[in-house]
């Protein structure tokens, strides 16, 4: 049976928003097929193929209907009697056929005949999809099929399709009159995907269909890569859509220990290889059926049968172990891993250390020191240590299985340009799944991916540390403010400094995304002045300084890139915060606003592009 799984990450956003769904726009050919694949109801042959340009027959239409139809799930494979004189019972659409007779759906010639495999007109198929809503052929005045031809049109089931009634339909266009029925109301004012899937509400009330869900819908697992996994697929895995992590790939990117879901009708497999390792340390309600767990400071739901039982009583593991959880699309448990996929060894920097409480399994607790490792594959790991040298802000490798798993490291410098793919630096290339984080003080750090460095200079303290793989190719790399990324940026709206023979004291009011903060000191003075500011926190909850950023007048600016007066080209940040000034306060806007109307625009740089720096702030006058 298919697990329905909740609503997550990848929601698409429509163009129209709220707008009526019949002013949205035709959905496009892919939108089409990938809704009809997902409710099983159109696939495509053993390669995924759907011959959309190819006429379908009667009995492929038929079969559609009835695998749209409320009774999909209870036609058999075979039928006692032959339906139609011209339709034997070992015609493979034998049961479709016999299923649509009995829905009231389909009909014979005045002769008596179906005619399988003659090519259905639109009007006929009109006429079927019609009944599926509701409609009885005695509400429709004159002569067939021009009632129910009007009706089609009113109801636009015509989106996507051009032909006229006794034109013969191609196997498009019956895919966008399926798909068009789905986000139709039938004659009792429900949608008909909502008839379908009663439970799940998949079309909302303005006419909009949740994607997300109904592919949810569609996902069977999870399962977790190993050796052999592509056997256990009910398709070839050769013919799948492959996708990790929410990016296209091919099987070959699939490692060990991924967790997997499939969908059969639309031949597609999502690969993901999030990972948690640290120790074991609570379940909920109970180990003996525990449905959540708390590793490493951290509380997750256990999504899959046999995580429960690995981390049960009965299991493999118990309080107090230390273990990998390989976690699925929702976060959730997927299953319990053998250690990371790195050759079990992780490399990062502590955020935290701390004494935390442990549950001893004999029903008591006990203290311990913790340290919180951020890795560089993003994720947060703690583990407990005996190493009272450890602090805050220390690179450290980490070696999950080891009795004392948390090893500080000497600083490793790296100079040398990246070059402009985001493929090397200096003499070395990158690995293909290379893990780059940058860092801050104590802060957590923030992932990187090598295009974020293309066309920056390391030099001097830059690089923290970095790893070779055996191939020679940089596997890890730990950066030291490199981005900037990991900062926030605003405005200084105030400033009140004083700096006398016996008073050295300042305060400063500064905006961050419309929030109005103070940032003051009783024993320096900074000396800034009002504008765009970076704000730099040595934690994550508490703030070091404030610095003013470098202007530049712009003539134009296009999603990520603007132009300065200088006919420079800079980048803009994907984060850039943009301020109109009215009355001589700043107020926070938005880049559509201000790029689209009659505005002086500035932007406000951290550091040259050579350094990783880009424009943080646009002020828009």
């Known amino acids: 049976m298919k697990q329905r799984l909740l609503s997550g990450l990848l929601a698409l956003v429509l163009a129209l928003g709220l707008a009526p769904a019949a002013l949205a726009a035709a959905p496009t050919e892919d939108e089409a097929a990938q809704a009809l694949a997902a409710l099983d109801i159109m696939v495509g042959d053993q390669n995924g193929d759907l011959a959309l ?32 004189p011209d339709v034997s019972q070992t015609h493979w659409a034998a049961p479709y056929i016999k299923a649509a007779v009995d829905l009231g759906l389909v009909e014979g010639d005045l002769r008596g005949y179906f005619n399988p495999d003659r090519t259905i007109t639109l009007a006929e198929a009109v006429t079927v999809v019609l009944r599926l809503l509701g409609y009885e052929d005695s509400q429709f005045t004159g002569v067939w099929p021009s009632g129910q031809m009007a009706q089609y049109r009113a109801l636009d089931l015509d989106e996507g399709i051009s032909l006229g009634q006794d034109s013969q339909m191609t196997r498009r266009d019956a895919m966008y009159l399926f798909y068009n029925l789905l986000l139709t109301k039938n004659t009792s004012g429900t949608y008909y ?60 990117r699939i490692q060990d220990q991924d967790v997997l879901y499939w969908s059969e009708s639309m031949r597609t497999v999502w690969a993901y290889d999030e990972k948690v390792t640290g120790t074991y340390q609570s379940a909920s309600p109970s180990a003996a059926a525990p449905t959540s767990v ?12 046999q995580a429960a039982y690995d981390l049960s009583d009965l299991g493999r593991y118990q309080v107090g172990d230390t ?52 890795a560089t594959d993003g994720g947060s790991y703690r583990y407990q240590t005996t190493n009272r040298s450890l602090e805050a802000g220390q690179l450290v490798r980490v070696e999950p299985d080891s009795d004392t798993p948390v090893t500080r490291l000497s600083e ?56 070779l793989n055996a191939q020679g190719e940089i596997s890890h790399l730990i950066l030291d403010d490199v981005t900037g990324d990991i900062h926030q940026y605003g405005v200084i709206t105030e400033v009140d400094e004083i700096d006398t023979k016996f008073v050295l004291s300042s305060s400063y009011t500064y905006d961050v995304g419309g929030q109005e903060l103070v940032f003051a000191s009783a024993s320096a003075v900074y000396n800034l002045s009002v504008g765009p500011c970076q704000v730099r926190m040595d934690t994550d909850s508490s703030i070091e300084r404030l610095v003013n950023l470098t202007q530049r007048r712009l003539t134009l600016v296009s999603g990520t890139v603007a132009v300065g007066n200088d006919n420079r080209e800079y980048t803009v940040s994907e984060t850039v915060a943009v301020y109109e000034v009215v009355g001589g306060e700043y107020q926070l ?11 002086t625009l500035t932007g406000w740089y951290d550091k040259a592009e050579s350094a990783g720096g880009c424009i943080r702030v646009i002020v828009a006058r």
């Open 53 to 84: 340009d190819r006429t379908i027959t009667r009995a492929e239409f038929t079969k559609l209907a009835v695998a749209a139809s409320i009774s999909r799930d209870t036609v058999g494979d075979t039928v006692a009697v032959k339906p139609y």
């Open 193 to 252: 995907l909502n008839v379908l899937e009663p439970t799940l509400n998949l079309v909302n009330s303005a006419g909009e269909l949740d994607r997300v869900a109904l592919i949810n819908s569609a996902m069977e697992g999870p399962v977790v890569a190993s050796a052999g996994w592509q056997s256990d697929l009910p398709f070839a895995a050769s013919t799948a859509t492959v996708y990790r992590d929410g990016t296209a790939a091919t099987l070959e």
């Open 294 to 305: 708390t590793v490493a400071g951290r509380t997750y739901s256990i999504e899959s049968t």
């Open 323 to 374: 273990v990998t959880l390989l976690l699925g699309r929702t976060g959730g448990v997927a299953a319990v891993g053998t250690g990371q996929s790195s050759g079990g060894v992780l490399y990062g920097v502590i955020t935290a250390v701390a004494s935390d409480s442990y549950d001893d399994g004999q029903g008591g607790t006990y203290n311990a020191r913790t340290v919180t490792v951020a």
């Open 412 to 467: 490793t410098r790296l100079t040398g340009r990246v070059s402009s793919d985001g493929e090397r630096i200096g003499n070395y290339d990158l690995a293909d799944d290379v893990q780059i984080i940058d860092t801050y003080e104590s802060r957590t750090p923030i992932r990187v991916y090598p295009q974020r460095l293309a066309g920056v200079s390391l030099t001097g303290s830059m690089v923290r540390y970095y790893v």
């Open 589 to 599: 806007s938005s880049l559509a606003r201000v790029t689209g109307g009659d505005y």
